[in-house]
């Protein structure tokens, strides 16, 4: 079924997948030796810290990744995957993984806080929406080989980064933790045994200060040492009328210090420790429209501000303004997100023979404190929400990579505990009653909801074990097959208990039957008591299989096929309600695994005596009983839990295209078609175009292009079969180009550059149903910079977003389902100066 949506956007013509030439970025040149001996030398740890512009060009000859967790050059590696320097990074100004898919147009990432964040490639990995504990990531994060569980992860900042690897598709007999998406894996730069050192400091409009700092050197003849620090402020891009401060700001801090020893060529022993703290005032949200439900007209969004009003003599409410990106907001709860996180693991590397022993041991945790605006208005309505929470993670792996001449393989053994603790309060306000309930419940009546109280207490434990194992054997020095397994065991088990007070602190009890209309029963329609205890423990034996053949020595065909599963999740959030007995559906305390099949083929070609490169993959991956987010539009009842969709399809082509013509001009293009749809979901939630809408039978699909015309099989469920999956665009791309003459300055050699960096997504809804009011209009940003560079010494201007584009980060739905779309506008152009410094 195709979605007919009204003409609220103008859409992207549905042509081929067109490529647009993006400067190659400092360091990251397209043209890839393959010879052993340049691997040799990039493992030797021979080039030069980045900054120096002649390193710079000699850097780019090869791009070394550890994919399959061995050293070799990207274009030999029978996988798609983008490869991004810590040079690049930096020149572009996308130091976090948020920021990152920017420059790889299959990644997609999603925040409306630190938590409830979405990491996702080719539109596969957690579903999109509020976060749950209880469900696992579908993209792997890793940072010096430690899995980190925590999605927060991705809105802190880059530490002293070597590279950065997206790995696209099922990694599961490859990494640790298994990752039925993809994999980001990001390296960070070591311990040294030459003196060497860095340093960073940015500034710019919106009072823009970012420092960056790092040493590294020797402190015996065995051991040395490597510290690395940086900080990132910047005044918020919205201004709340209501507490006279700009908010959404950044305020940043992260430290990181490793310990190499290595008595020997063959052992090596790496201990590391890292903090990182946020602490801005955000992340709210601003008036984007309002949209008709098929609620009645006196609970629609305009007739009760309107009630407000008429209550309240006097106070005359409106909003700051209707346009999104005048950038004002007026919410009136109070805002925090604060945010820690750090560990410390020790890597041991031990050569054996043909092959090298690693072991990985690691302790994480997550400390998160916010406080939020969850009715997204001026008005108090929800007075307070927050759910902060902790979390410790530990985890070891064992791994074994063997190197022969017609056979390599790795084997590991992962194993893996948690446990996430939250305390979760959400409270009504003294406009709650009106803007709730309809007059029969008590509208006209303020103390029936102001006061009543949710009081969460909740925890999981999860324990995951594998082992796994993939080999790549040459049956002829062209053709190589490449098969790998794991066998998987997941446990885990929650507790979720909330308790409700009335305005006088009483606890209210909402076993049936309620008296009709009553204040209790108006009370246990917005928040009621539930206890939960669930458990579930699932082993499930994955497997792919990779066949390359190398055409000529530089042309590289692949295809591979997977089978794997995303284990088995629990609701931690609550659970929905049985229409029938308006009780707690206890079946819905577990959420099924999914199964995942996976099909790609790719082609890797190097030509212009490999100064240009162009890669090609096309893929299909179809996930039956895909764990999917369940808003259900009312502030606590059904809030959000995670639910089985039926069966999802992700497919579509991607292109990536990199050129070194010389020494001075280098470029590069990437770009994506991705397809991804729910091909069976028939009791999903309805979008809010759909609500309070009439009984129809199972299986009515919803039309949404007449919204008014009911299409729901309840006041809570639609077949939302055929439709987009949210937060994908179809089309993506990105691309850069610099180019650099040889100018003599201040008695310096070296280089003026010029170079240009930009992407483009088309549009893509915001709500896990899609909905005709949040879908988000496609966009494009460019991206510029002007500099010198010689040895040790990098001096630049940049403007970012360059044109001043408006465009939408993310639209949430307002609870209560009375039409109130808000969201987050992107960054406005942002400008400022870089110098930098090396030895």
Known sequence: MTAKYPSIRRRVPASLLTLSFLLMLPGQAAAEEADNAAIDEAAAGTAVAAGQADDEVSRGDVIIVTARRRQETAQEVPVAISVIRGDSIEATGNFNVVKLQQLAPTLQVYTTNPRNTSVNIRGLGVPYGLTSDGFEQG????????????????????????????????????????????????????????????????????????????????????????????????????????????????????????????????????????????????????????????????????????ALNTANPGQNYSVPSRNVYDRLTDIDASLNAGNKIGGASAKVKWDVGAGTFTSITAWRFWDWKPENDRDFTGASIVSKSQNPSQQDQYSQEFRYNYSGDKLDFVVGLFGFKQRIDTQGTEQQGPNASLWSLTAAQGAANPAVLNGLTATNTQFLKSTSAALYGQASYKITPEL??????????????????????????????CTPPLAANSALAAQCGVYQPQSTSPSVSDWNFSYDFNINYK????????????????????????????????????????????????????????????????????????????????????????????????????????????????????????????????????????????????????????????????????????????????GVSKFAFSYGAEANAPVTLLAKDGQIYLGVDGNYRSHWNSNASPSIYTDVKGYGLTNFRVGFRADGFDVFGWVRNAFDVNYIETLQVAPGNVGLIAGQPGDPQTWGGTVKFSF
């Open 480 to 509: 190589t097959i490449q098969p790998g397994i794991r066998i998987n065991y997941d446990k885990k088990s929650g507790f979720y208990e909330r308790v409700v007070t009335n305005g006088a602190g009483q606890v209210i009890n």
């Open 139 to 306: 993209v792997g994060i890793y940072v010096d080989d430690v899995y980190n569980s925590r999605v927060a992860a991705a809105t802190f900042d880059f530490l002293d980064v070597d590279q950065v690897e997206v790995l696209r598709g099922p990694q599961g007999t490859l990494y640790g933790k298994n990752t039925t998406a993809g994999a980001i894996n990001i390296t960070t730069n070591q311990p040294t045994f030459d003196f060497e050192g860095r340093a960073e400091l940015s500034v710019g409009n919106l009072n823009y200060r970012q420092a960056k700092a790092a040493v590294s050197g020797p402190l015996t003849e065995t051991i040395a040492a490597r510290l690395a620090i940086a900080a990132t402020s910047r005044r918020g891009t919205l201004f709340n009328v209501t507490s006279d401060r700009w908010i959404n700001e950044q305020d940043n801090l992260g430290l990181r210090g490793q310990l190499l020893f290595k008595p020997s060529e063959d052992l090596s022993i790496t201990l590391s420790g890292d903090y990182s703290k946020q602490d801005p005032e955000g992340y709210g949200t601003a008036f984007v429209r309002v949209g008709r439900t098929q609620r009645a007209l006196n609970r629609q969004y305009d007739a009760l501000i309107a």
């Open 551 to 726: 055409v000529t020595p530089d042309i590289l065909a692949y295809a591979t096929y997977a089978k794997t599963f995303k284990t088995v999740g629990i609701n931690q959030n609550g659970l929905p309600l049985n229409s029938a007995t308006n009780l707690p559906e206890l079946s819905a305390s577990t959420v099924k695994p999914e199964s995942v099949n996976h099909f790609e083929v790719g082609l890797k070609t190097s030509f212009f005596n490999r100064q240009a490169t162009f890669n090609l993959s096309a893929f299909r991956t179809e996930i039956k009983n895909f764990q999917a987010t369940v808003n259900g539009g009312q502030f606590g009842t059904v809030r959000g839990y995670l639910a089985n969709a039926e069966k999802v399809v992700s497919q579509g082509v991607e292109a990536d295209f990199k050129v070194r013509v010389n020494d001075r001009f280098t470029a590069y293009a990437n770009g994506a078609y991705t397809d991804a749809k729910y091909k069976k979901f028939v009791n999903a939630p309805c979008p809010p175009e759909l609500s309070g809408g009439t009984l129809q039978a199972v299986g009515a699909a919803p039309d949404y292009s007449q919204p008014g015309v009911p299409g729901a099989l309840s006041p809570r469920q639609c077949d939302i079969s055929g439709f987009d999956l949210p």
